[in-house]
């Protein structure tokens, strides 16, 4: 597929050869090597992660769904072999909180015990959305709603830890969020019209209105639970993923244009919604990742070679089908199976998210200089 050349954009050689330099030494890895952590403490003393299936770390293993790859050959390069990744090693998380210095992988909410959380939770889950209702095609999820729900759990555990809620406040103020939504609203909703009705009932515009309007009081709840650097992770571009081009056809286009057009009036809103946060909470720094805008290189530059198929042969639902050997040049393919990325692809996109490479990475700042801002927060919350 010619337009998932597009996908990881993040892909350019220069971007590539810069980028690769942080990654020279750190504890070994199967595949490609580990960031290399800041010396000491991690940057942000937790980082919090919510959103979909790139980065769940095996939030739905024990739920009734489709949608979980506790299974080989997922993690066929993670260290933890099949752990719920959906890629064959790191996902974008797991990169981001290396280059964030944390000695280990910030744990699922479904696994993480006592003082584990005081470096932050992974709420992600795959088929999870903004709606409640996205995904539900493919059994149980865990929505933003309710991965807004665990994480109140969480910060009740983390004030009994600490004996004292202003000490907690303090903590949950000086860590990183990570927010990711959205693309199963659109996939896994809007785009499955045999499921649901929203694109009936709205045009596209409507709709990431109707979407960008419950994200916002979603993203306040956050706020009131002591959130205060924030990343919101805009779209990729959804449409050409080899399961778009497969299911809708392109028409002669590289990818399928509808949907990358979704992705692009979402994105719009969203970069509004960053400004009107940092605006209205001046205690707060939010930032967009994008992650589309990210997708705009020639793949091939950086080493790909299989632009337009998964490494592993895909199922009906687009994973990987059980236990059958997947390429073994997966460093040359862009897509793990048909949805997501390889650990080649999460290496350069985290690392372009940490540290932009083009200024339209990342607005107003990267996740590097998110995290090194010091919070003074002016509203008592949780």
């Not at 940057?43 to 919510?50: E, H, K, L, T």
């Not at 515009?205 to 993203?219: H, N, P």
């Not at 605006?279 to 290189?297: E, K, P, V, W």
Request: charged share 15%; glycine share 10%; net charge neutral.
């Amino acid at each position: 597929m010619a337009g998932s050349t597009k996908l990881l954009a993040v892909v350019i050689a220069l971007s590539w050869v810069s980028n690769m330099q942080q990654f020279v030494q750190g504890k070994p890895q199967a595949v490609l090597g580990k960031p290399q952590a800041v010396l000491g403490k991690p940057q942000v003393p937790c980082f919090f992660i919510f959103g979909d299936s790139v980065a769940d770390p095996g939030n739905n293993n024990k739920l009734p769904t489709l949608a979980k790859v506790n299974y080989k050959p997922y993690g066929i390069d993670f260290p933890a072999g099949p752990t719920g990744r959906f890629c064959n090693g790191r996902n974008i998380v797991d990169i981001l909180a290396e280059l964030l210095g944390f000695e280990n992988y910030i744990p699922a909410f479904a696994s993480a015990n006592g003082t584990d959380i005081l470096q932050g939770v992974n709420y992600a889950s795959g088929a999870a959305g903004i709606r409640k209702e996205s995904g539900k095609q493919l059994g149980a999820r865990i929505s933003m709603g309710e991965q807004l729900k665990n994480h109140r759990t969480t910060v009740s555990r983390i004030i009994d830890i600490f004996g004292k809620k202003s000490l907690a406040k303090n903590q949950l103020n000086q860590c990183l969020y990570s927010v990711g939504m959205g693309s199963n609203d659109y996939i896994n909703n809007y785009f499955m019209p045999q499921y649901y009705t929203t694109s009936q009932k709205y045009t596209l515009e409507e709709y990431a209105d109707v979407l960008i309007k419950q994200y916002t009081r979603q993203i306040l709840k956050l706020h009131q639970y002591g959130a205060r650097k924030v990343a919101l992770v805009g779209l990729g571009l959804i449409g050409c993923t080899p399961d778009a081009i497969k299911t809708y056809g392109t028409n002669g286009s590289a990818c399928v244009d509808i949907m990358n057009n979704a992705s692009q009036i979402f994105n719009g809103k969203l970069v509004s919604l960053v400004d009107e946060l940092n605006t209205n909470l001046t205690d707060s720094q939010f930032i967009y990742i994008n992650t589309y805008g990210m997708g705009s290189g020639d793949a091939t530059l950086a080493g790909f070679k299989v632009l337009d198929a998964g490494c592993c042969e895909a199922d009906e639902v687009g994973q990987c089908v059980p236990d059958l050997t997947p390429c073994q040049n997966r460093s040359e393919y862009v897509f793990w199976d048909s949805f997501h990325p390889t650990e080649a692809g999460n290496l350069i996109s985290a690392s372009r998210t940490y540290t932009a490479s083009e200024p339209s990475d990342t607005y107003p700042m990267d996740m590097s200089q998110l995290a090194e801002l010091q919070i003074n927060p002016q509203v008592n919350e949780i």
